[in-house]
Nanobody
Framework: QVRMVESGGGLVQTGDSLRLSCAAS??????????VGWFRHAPGKEREFVAS????????YYADSMKGRFTISRDNAENTVYLQMNSLKPEDTAVYYC????????????????WGQGTQVTVSS
């Protein structure tokens, strides 16, 4: 069974930074075989794409509103993916999820097969 566990969320102020982690585990699961993405879900909104990283980590993709503020990275040896979030804004408040996709790249929720339970990020003004 594959587990993906997010951590690192919390309550911060505008302009602060947070680093989210996504730890993957499973008897035969290797995160190096998957593209990993971060999504977020704010109250009253659809779940939206934040960032993704290809299997090797060479290529990264970001939603326009996150470019320049968020950085996705991965450590395949540790089966972990990170999301560094800087210059946080109140509109970044959401539950953040990591997910794994067998696609080489995707920004679409439906193409992600394994999901974590999410970590809450709250940015106060």
């Amino acid at each position: 069974q594959v587990r993906m566990v997010e951590s690192g969320g919390g309550l911060v102020q505008t302009g602060d930074s947070l680093r989210l982690s996504c730890a993957a585990s499973g008897r035969t699961f290797s995160i190096s075989s998957y593209c990993v993405g971060w999504f977020r879900h704010a109250p009253g909104k659809e779940r939206e794409f934040v960032a993704s990283i290809t299997r090797s980590g060479v290529y990264t993709y970001y939603a326009d509103s996150m470019k320049g503020r968020f950085t996705i990275s991965r450590d395949n040896a540790e089966n972990t993916v990170y999301l560094q979030m800087n210059s946080l804004k109140p509109e970044d408040t959401a539950v953040y999820y990591c997910a794994a996709s067998a696609s080489s790249y995707s920004n679409t929720v439906d193409e992600y097969h394994y999901w974590g339970q999410g970590t809450q990020v709250t940015v106060s003004s």
